[in-house]
């Protein structure tokens, strides 16, 4: 199911993104020679903001669905219809068996998202420039479902839902553990770590369009200017994450405050003391907000941000990538031949085959010199071998020709498949095997023993 939704939804990425494109291309040829490109970016992002949230939240929710019905379900479906104990019966080891589910399963999820992060990053990059700074292509809503993150992210959701499966042993428990999990990491990635991944860079900048979004007069004529300081944004570093904004006077000391005064989302207000009597900023001349800036820039007010630049895009993929994938997240070390599996739990008891099999191996049975694995002359026929499976006995100590399967076929045994892996690795004696006797065509009725005391009346 969710193969083709993916499927569908990369058809309409690939019709619908040259298409796009162009339109972009053709917006920003027609603006640049009348300086009118903002208002291109304000229009051209309304019109396909819908589509650009919904791709974001889908790859958002992509990594958190391959965690919860590729990861979790994974083993803990097994121990509870209790199918492992069938494949563990077979010739295949646990580890085998555990890596091929793993990593087939794993790198399919993860390869899925991966894909899936390229194509929409690839569809929505007209709109990433001209997104407004809270969507920019380093904001932390839209950081996550760019580039090769959901790659990373979908890796360590799955490893995680293994991981909580295995411990829980329980589906829902472990999804919804899983779940919980994956949200904190969600939130914690972009509030605690992701900000420190390489040094910030810290500046001033003077005031303008880009990071004023307004300036209005304080009380009544005579008061000062409160300015409506963005804190998205800086001049000359477009789509650059700020994590700080501050207004700082002439001495450089930060200006607090703004008297109760709101403005636009992403604003902070603060009051600068200049004349508005006269002047530029004064009302009554109405110069308008450019020579209102132009002055208080004169007077020595700057910007200062902390922030990191666009360019760091691909290197904080990299290395966020890298930091949730499964070799730095939480590892599946909880095996179901793991300590952790006691013997005799709800789980079907395994824990004690796990143990034996560990004690076990490199300590079978060797026979003296000369004599094969299998044992010799009747011995061999009648089973009481120890040792490996499937070698023949040492030359003149069995009749010619005699092999393993032709001795085990002529004494008639055929061994229980769980105690034929158990005895394969263990080189127990067959002896304390279950065995089950057929009987041999070409052999002869055999009359029943009769009792003590009834050989003189049947004399007589």
């Not at 005391?453 to 007589?460: F, I, P, Y």
Request: charged share 15%.
């Amino acid at each position: 199911m969710m193969a083709a939704v993916l499927v569908v939804l990369a058809a309409v990425l690939a019709l619908t993104g040259p298409d796009l494109a162009s339109r972009y291309a053709a917006g920003i040829a027609g603006c640049t020679p009348n300086n009118t490109c903002d208002d291109f970016f304000d229009r051209f992002f309304d019109e396909h903001q819908i589509p650009f949230l919904a791709l974001t939240l889908v790859v958002l929710l992509l990594p958190a669905l391959v965690g919860l019905f590729w990861g979790a379900p994974l083993i803990t479906r097994e121990l509870e219809a209790g199918t492992h104990l069938l494949v563990w019966n077979q010739s295949i080891t646990r580890g085998r068996w555990l890596a091929v589910k793993l990593g087939l399963t794993g790198l399919a999820a993860t390869a899925a998202a991966g894909l899936c992060g390229l194509a929409v990053t690839w569809w929505s990059d007209p709109l990433d420039k001209s997104a407004v700074p809270e969507m920019a292509r380093m904001a932390p809503l839209v950081f996550g479902a760019r580039g090769i993150a959901p790659m990373g992210y979908a890796a360590f959701a799955f490893v995680l839902g293994v991981t909580a499966g295995v411990l829980v042993r329980r589906t829902l428990p472990a999804m919804a553990l899983t779940l919980a999990a994956f949200a904190a990491i969600q939130l914690a990635m972009p509030l605690l770590v992701r900000p420190h991944l390489m040094p910030p860079v810290t500046s001033t900048f003077e005031l303008g369009r880009t990071n004023v979004d307004g300036i209005v007069p304080q009380g009544q004529e005579g008061g000062a200017m409160q300015v409506f300081l963005s804190t998205s944004a800086v001049p000359g570093h477009a789509g650059a994450w700020v994590l700080s904004s501050d207004l700082v006077d002439p001495s450089g000391r930060t200006i607090v405050g703004g008297d109760g005064a709101s403005g636009p989302s992403s604003t902070i207000a603060r009051s600068i003391p200049v004349s508005t009597t006269s002047g530029p900023c004064a009302l009554s001349r109405a110069q308008g907000a450019d020579a209102c800036r132009a002055e208080i820039n004169r007077l020595g007010y700057r910007q200062q941000a902390t922030y990191q630049p666009l360019e760091r895009f691909w290197p904080f993929q990299w290395i966020e990538t890298s930091a949730s994938g499964p070799s730095s997240g939480s590892r599946p070390g909880s095996t179901p031949c793991s300590p952790s599996a006691s013997p005799g739990s709800a789980s079907g008891g395994y824990g004690e085959a796990c143990h034996d099999r560990r004690q076990d191996r490199g300590r079978r049975a060797r026979p003296p010199p000369g004599v094969g694995l299998h044992g010799t002359g009747a011995a061999a026929r009648r089973g009481e071998h120890g040792g490996g499976y499937g070698l023949r006995a040492a030359p003149g100590n069995t009749p010619a020709g005699d092999g393993h399967h032709d001795r085990r076929h002529r004494a008639g045994v055929l061994l229980h498949p769980r105690r034929l892996l158990q005895r394969r690795h263990t080189g127990r004696p067959l002896a304390a095997d279950r065995r089950i006797r057929r009987p041999d065509p070409g052999a002869q009725p055999q009359r029943a023993r009769p009792a003590e005391g009834q050989h003189a009346d049947a004399d007589r």
